[in-house]
């Protein structure tokens, strides 16, 4: 691990969609669905356009299985507000965020 990093820190942003289908090398805490990654949620979305059909997607999104946020050198998918915990304790935000939530732009 680089060494300017010693804790968990933000690697990349990510979509979780939840389409209930188990698939391999997903996150560490997620046991079914997909995590689609990208430089940013655009990045991701684009991705999952040819993954799915419009209405499939749209049907996921209106059953609330689909959740921006971003994926952690552990290996793990949290949402935008969890990162931004991890993103400010590792040093990749400033205070002035805090009680917000994390944006791929606020990163790089």
Request: charged share 20%; hydrophobic share 35%.
């Amino acid at each position: 691990m680089h060494q300017e990093f010693e804790k968990q820190y933000i690697l990349c942003a990510a979509i979780h969609i939840d389409d209930q289908q188990k698939y391999p090398h997903q996150p560490k805490n997620i046991s079914s669905g997909i995590v689609v990654c990208g430089r940013r949620h655009c990045n991701c979305f684009t991705t999952i356009t040819k993954m799915y059909l419009p209405e499939d997607f749209i049907a996921f999104k209106q059953q609330e299985k689909v959740v921006s946020g971003f994926l952690t050198s552990d290996d793990l998918f949290l949402t935008r507000l969890q990162a931004l915990d991890v993103a400010f304790e590792s040093g990749q935000v400033g205070k002035h965020l805090l009680g917000s939530i994390l944006t791929s732009e606020d990163l790089w």
